[in-house]
């Protein structure tokens, strides 16, 4: 009887430990977990101010290079910016999960360091969105300004053709005269969308407001409208 008592005493302190080593085994590896959430989100907020720093503020000289400009920025978001959203979703899902391990002030810490981190992602968002249509708004600029050349170009030379031509002498030469003219009315009808294209293009980059070439446009339009009721 006294084995057996002795025995069970044995089994139940035996039982207990076991007890206390799961649990401080769970203790420990919640514990991980939560450093761990800690280091990562630190890590994530130095990733973020690393990106925000790698933005540049170049906008280009020209089409080229504004060009090439939107495809780096392209990669970047592709690449860099979904790698980050992915981590910022990894520690959304530790978050959800450590609070329901903590409570108090613990939880909140937790959720604290969450939305740091989710208020730093959307910042960094902010700045590509801004880089992002900078970049637009300046091809656009670029287009406005290559075809206005090209359109105020065309009607320099057709009015330098027009006040070059020899006064004709017979009546085959008018009719020639003639004949080219309406040739040449028949381009420029022919070319009055491209007009409204460009208008339309340089109207809408003044109503952006958001470079600086604000009346160099205006002035293009202004410029680009005189040159045609002249021609």
């Given at each position: 009887?006294?084995?057996?008592?002795?025995?069970?005493?044995?089994?139940?302190?035996?039982?207990?430990?076991?007890?206390?080593?799961?649990?401080?085994?769970?203790?420990?590896?919640?514990?991980?977990?939560?450093?761990?959430?800690?280091?990562?989100?630190?890590?994530?907020?130095?990733?973020?101010d690393e990106?925000?720093?790698?933005?540049?503020?170049?906008?280009?000289?020209?089409?080229?290079?504004?060009?090439?400009?939107?495809?780096?920025?392209?990669?970047?978001?592709?690449?860099?910016?979904?790698?980050?959203?992915?981590?910022?979703?990894?520690?959304?899902?530790?978050?959800?999960?450590?609070?329901?391990?903590?409570?108090?002030?613990?939880?909140?810490?937790?959720k604290d360091?969450?939305?740091?981190?989710?208020?730093?992602?959307?910042?960094?968002?902010?700045?590509?969105?801004?880089?992002?249509?900078?970049?637009?708004?300046?091809?656009?600029?670029?287009?406005?300004?290559?075809?206005?050349?090209?359109?105020?170009?065309?009607?320099?030379?057709?009015?330098?053709?027009?006040?070059?031509?020899?006064?004709?002498r017979d009546?085959?030469?008018?009719?020639?005269?003639?004949?080219?003219?309406?040739?040449?009315?028949?381009?420029?009808?022919?070319?009055?969308?491209?007009?409204?294209?460009?208008?339309?293009?340089?109207?809408?980059?003044?109503?952006?407001?958001?470079?600086?070439?604000?009346?160099?446009?205006?002035?293009?339009?202004?410029?680009?409208?005189?040159?045609?009721?002249?021609?």
């Amino acid at each position: 009887a006294l084995i057996s008592q002795w025995s069970e005493q044995l089994n139940t302190a035996w039982e207990d430990l076991l007890e206390l080593i799961r649990t401080r085994e769970q203790m420990l590896q919640a514990s991980w977990e939560l450093q761990k959430f800690f280091s990562d989100c630190k890590e994530v907020l130095a990733i973020i101010d690393e990106k925000k720093k790698f933005i540049p503020e170049e906008l280009g000289r020209d089409a080229q290079s504004v060009a090439q400009l939107q495809r780096r920025h392209a990669t970047f978001e592709e690449n860099d910016l979904n790698t980050l959203t992915t981590k910022v979703n990894q520690i959304q899902d530790e978050s959800a999960k450590l609070i329901g391990l903590y409570a108090g002030d613990k939880a909140r810490e937790i959720k604290d360091r969450e939305n740091e981190v989710l208020a730093e992602l959307l910042a960094l968002q902010r700045l590509v969105d801004s880089r992002k249509h900078q970049l637009n708004d300046m091809t656009d600029l670029y287009k406005f300004f290559n075809m206005a050349r090209d359109l105020a170009m065309w009607m320099e030379t057709q009015m330098r053709q027009m006040r070059n031509e020899d006064k004709p002498r017979d009546v085959s030469g008018v009719e020639l005269l003639i004949n080219n003219h309406q040739s040449l009315k028949a381009e420029i009808d022919a070319r009055a969308e491209n007009f409204t294209i460009c208008l339309n293009l340089g109207k809408d980059l003044v109503s952006r407001r958001g470079h600086g070439r604000l009346n160099e446009v205006k002035d293009k339009c202004v410029q680009l409208c005189l040159q045609r009721d002249r021609i």
